[in-house]
């Protein structure tokens, strides 16, 4: 099992901005756009990202974003995936603590910051789309 302190190693050797806001509970800034949480919970760490605010629209305007948010976690995301929260588009990944080496952490951190920047454009386009109507 990854301990407190191999985690705290792990985050060091990423190479990034991070902050510890709280105990087992770090903000990583991979750029001034992209900031992850990460969350040290055993059995697991759970990293989260806010992709983009949804705009208060009725569920139908926004079967466009819904599906492409689907279909880009079938088939674009290798670590973690899409969800909504809230008024709040998320990418969130769970990664068991009992074998995690930092080669994963560094994957799942890097996929989330990387789909994050390149699905964004698309995604905002979606949301216009549906404010139109």
């Known amino acids: 099992m990854v301990t407190r302190e191999d985690f705290d190693d792990y985050l060091l050797r990423l190479g990034v ?6 105990d087992g509970l770090w903000v990583i800034r991979s750029d001034e756009a992209t900031s992850v949480v990460v969350s040290y919970s055993p059995p697991l760490v759970l990293l989260r990202l806010k992709v983009m605010e949804l705009p208060r629209l009725d569920d139908a305007r926004c079967a466009g974003l819904y599906r492409h948010l689907l279909e880009l976690n079938a088939a674009d995301i290798v670590h973690g995936s899409y969800g909504i929260e809230g008024n709040e588009v998320v990418l969130s990944d769970a990664l ?16 989330l910051a990387l789909a994050a ?9 979606l949301v216009a789309v549906g404010q139109e109507g």
């Not at 901005?17 to 709280?22: A, W």
């Not at 068991?96 to 996929?111: A, I, N």
């Open 17 to 22: 901005d991070y902050e510890e806001l709280d």
């Open 96 to 111: 068991d603590l009992e074998d995690l080496d930092f080669s994963e952490l560094r994957s799942s951190f890097e996929s």
């Open 117 to 125: 920047t390149s699905h964004t454009p698309k995604l905002m386009e």
